[in-house]
């Protein structure tokens, strides 16, 4: 017996797994996505000078450096740069090159002196911000607070809904496939019971149902990362806004090829559907063989 064949007898169940499994895919792709992609920004972030410390006017580099001292101390920083006015006015340069009006307006003897500080956990960057602003010579330190801790905050309150939601969607998938074998197993009673009688082993009986599950789950993964890939496409300029100076990032480095999450290329989406139809077919053949070794005699 062929898959379609296997399919047209019992078409109801055939959907109802089809359904569910592109339901549960495109949620793992939706998830899986959000998750990555948030992780890849807060790496980002944490190579950006997470603070940086101003200096009043004409501070001596020895009161500079102590501070930096400090900082280094407490153990919480992955590297703290000091900023000459030089290079804050090539800083200041660059990023504006073209517009040579303000430049002409600007001399390094009105940019102050200042440290990049880098933390090693961001969520400590509060506390390194108040042991900068103690210092007299300090004049500001500027930080995006709020940013990095809700970037953290979502991003910790997403990972962990999200493995509770897919731990929870994979068993009602593993339960909705191991029916849906018991119920085509006990449906070909009789024929099953005549191929035992001649000698098949279980495997041989539960391989026509075991392809027939693989085929639907392809077809799954397959129609999931259309839908997923279409969703993204459709976002694109809203997402590209919310993430505006975000440059692109790699999901894993130093790879032969480029596999980029944003913006996301065809190599990132095909490494999700590959994914999604491994653990599919893992799921697939677990719940098939524990069916088919509990109802076939």
């Known amino acids: 017996m062929n898959i379609f064949s296997s399919i047209r007898r019992t078409p ?49 580099k020895a009161t500079i450096f102590k501070l930096r001292e400090d900082l280094v101390n407490t153990g919480q920083t992955r590297d ?35 440290l990049e500080i880098y933390a090693k956990d961001p969520s400590k960057l509060e506390g390194l911000a108040k042991l900068a602003k103690k210092n007299p010579a300090v004049e500001n330190v500027d930080y995006e607070k709020d940013i990095v801790d809700n970037l953290i905050r979502i991003t910790n309150s997403i990972t962990a809904g999200a493995l509770v939601f897919l731990g929870s969607q994979f068993l009602v998938v593993f339960f909705v496939l191991f029916m849906t074998t018991t119920f085509k197993i006990m449906r070909r009673k009789q024929e099953i019971d005549i191929l035992r009688l001649l000698g098949a082993s279980k495997y041989f009986v539960a391989r026509p149902i075991l392809k027939e599950g693989l085929f639907i789950n392809v077809l799954a993964s397959i129609v999931s990362i259309a839908m997923f890939v ?17 440059p692109t990032l790699e999901l894993i480095e130093n790879l032969p090829i ?40």
């Open 12 to 60: 109801y169940q055939s959907l109802m797994v089809l359904g569910t499994l592109i339901f549960s895919f495109t949620m793992l792709f939706i998830f899986a996505g959000s998750i990555l992609l948030l992780t890849r920004i807060v790496g980002y972030i944490k190579t950006q000078p997470q603070a940086t410390v101003y200096f009043v006017k004409d501070t001596k």
């Open 80 to 114: 703290v740069g000091y900023v000459s006015q030089e290079q804050a006015l090539s800083y200041y340069k660059q990023l504006n090159k073209n517009d040579p009006e303000i430049l002409e307006m600007v001399s390094k003897e009105a940019l102050p002196q200042s």
């Open 230 to 246: 279409g969703g993204y496409l459709y976002l694109f300029p809203y997402i590209r806004t919310f993430l505006f100076g975000i």
């Open 258 to 297: 480029s596999i980029t999450i944003w913006p996301a290329n065809i190599y990132f989406f095909a490494l999700l559907g590959l994914s999604t139809m491994i653990i599919g077919g893992i799921i697939t053949t677990i719940s098939t063989f524990i069916a088919a070794s509990k109802y076939i005699q």
